[in-house]
């Protein structure tokens, strides 16, 4: 989003963290899409207090959920709270989080097939569009400041357009974001199956009980249609999601706690049992922490601990 924002002609700077921070200061964020590589210098911070916050400035945050407190708590001691905030993430709890801080906080629908796998690089893997970024404010609605943000996206090459009800789109995204952990776990050929299939009916199951509604199938379907088109970036097709890359990068943490663990609190609160999910979750969690392979666990292994057998996260 950085990079293609900067190429629209818009001012950006990007706060980053450890090698990835280091490689964009010494030789710029590269973007390597099917049709081009590019690449950019932007300013780039460590910290949010290395920015002079200016009152039309626009936060795009873009961290995983397990991040979203440390940054939104930097960010509040640097920038006051008419601040704009964008949450353009997975998971359904970063708004909440950031509209305890920020008045003006958006959420995003992310539809964005990315890699990112070697600091100072990203790949987008859809083109020419590189993703949808639908925006609306949370919890509901959809006014100018929002149709400045999906210009500037569209302006980016983004699909992007207002919607009133982001969060119910978020949460079919939810749904979907259910198989990363699938994926990680067990490898990016398990994600269809059955186990995918197990986490995604939890998933439904707890909306219902929930009362929280969500777009259907037949309309994500439709809004990707003509727009997301994945294409090998030199030779080579995307392989895993954002948590097998974080499996796959070694970096200690992963989203599943606010993707499987969202089903997971609301089966709890609603009295809905949740057990692929939370299984999922544990594993997940304790293979990012021990830092193991994505696909380390056989799919059939979960299975049968679903069944009643034991499991080991070593496979």
Same mark, same amino acid.
């Given at each position: 989003?950085?990079?293609?924002?900067?190429?629209?002609?818009?001012?950006?700077?990007?706060?980053?963290r450890g090698a990835?921070?280091?490689a964009i200061r010494e030789r710029g964020l590269t973007l390597r899409t099917p049709d081009m590589e590019a690449t950019v210098r932007v300013p780039a911070a460590e910290h949010a207090s290395e920015i002079e916050w200016r009152e039309d400035d626009v936060v795009l945050l873009a961290?995983?959920?397990q991040d979203t407190e440390a940054a939104l708590r930097d960010l509040t001691a640097a920038a006051a709270p008419s601040l704009t905030v964008v949450c353009a993430q997975n998971g359904v709890a970063n708004e909440r989080e950031a509209l305890r801080r920020f008045e003006n906080t958006l959420g995003v629908w992310v539809i964005c097939p990315a890699t990112h796998l070697a600091p100072g690089v990203v790949e987008a893997?859809?083109? +020419?569009?590189?993703?949808?970024?639908?925006?609306?404010?949370? +919890?509901?609605?959809?006014?100018?400041?929002?149709?400045?943000?999906?210009?500037?996206?569209?302006?980016?090459?983004?699909?992007?357009?207002?919607v009133p009800d982001v969060m119910r789109w978020k949460y079919a995204k939810l749904l979907s974001n259910l198989g990363n952990a699938v994926e990680a776990v067990c490898g990016p050929q398990a994600e269809d199956g059955e186990l995918g299939a197990v986490v995604r009916?939890?998933?439904?199951?707890v909306l219902r009980a929930a009362g929280i509604a969500h777009a259907s199938t037949v309309e994500?379907?439709?809004r990707r249609a003509g727009r997301i088109t994945i294409r090998p970036i030199e030779g080579r097709r995307r392989i895993g999601g954002s948590s097998w890359q974080s499996l796959t990068r070694a970096a200690g943490s992963i989203e599943a706690d606010y993707l499987?663990?969202?089903?997971?609190?609301?089966g709890r609160l609603h009295g809905v049992p949740t057990p692929a999910n939370a299984l999922l979750q544990g594993i997940a969690n304790r293979m990012a922490r021990q830092r193991l392979a994505p696909g380390s666990t056989g799919e059939h292994e979960l299975l049968a601990a679903l069944r009643g057998a034991e499991v080991s996260p070593e496979g």
């Amino acid at each position: 989003m950085a990079a293609l924002l900067d190429r629209a002609g818009l001012e950006v700077a990007v706060i980053a963290r450890g090698a990835h921070l280091a490689a964009i200061r010494e030789r710029g964020l590269t973007l390597r899409t099917p049709d081009m590589e590019a690449t950019v210098r932007v300013p780039a911070a460590e910290h949010a207090s290395e920015i002079e916050w200016r009152e039309d400035d626009v936060v795009l945050l873009a961290v995983k959920s397990q991040d979203t407190e440390a940054a939104l708590r930097d960010l509040t001691a640097a920038a006051a709270p008419s601040l704009t905030v964008v949450c353009a993430q997975n998971g359904v709890a970063n708004e909440r989080e950031a509209l305890r801080r920020f008045e003006n906080t958006l959420g995003v629908w992310v539809i964005c097939p990315a890699t990112h796998l070697a600091p100072g690089v990203v790949e987008a893997d859809s083109s +020419p569009c590189p993703g949808i970024m639908d925006v609306g404010r949370f +919890p509901d609605g959809a006014d100018g400041l929002v149709e400045e943000v999906a210009a500037a996206l569209r302006a980016a090459t983004f699909a992007s357009q207002a919607v009133p009800d982001v969060m119910r789109w978020k949460y079919a995204k939810l749904l979907s974001n259910l198989g990363n952990a699938v994926e990680a776990v067990c490898g990016p050929q398990a994600e269809d199956g059955e186990l995918g299939a197990v986490v995604r009916r939890e998933g439904e199951a707890v909306l219902r009980a929930a009362g929280i509604a969500h777009a259907s199938t037949v309309e994500d379907a439709t809004r990707r249609a003509g727009r997301i088109t994945i294409r090998p970036i030199e030779g080579r097709r995307r392989i895993g999601g954002s948590s097998w890359q974080s499996l796959t990068r070694a970096a200690g943490s992963i989203e599943a706690d606010y993707l499987n663990g969202e089903v997971v609190l609301l089966g709890r609160l609603h009295g809905v049992p949740t057990p692929a999910n939370a299984l999922l979750q544990g594993i997940a969690n304790r293979m990012a922490r021990q830092r193991l392979a994505p696909g380390s666990t056989g799919e059939h292994e979960l299975l049968a601990a679903l069944r009643g057998a034991e499991v080991s996260p070593e496979g």
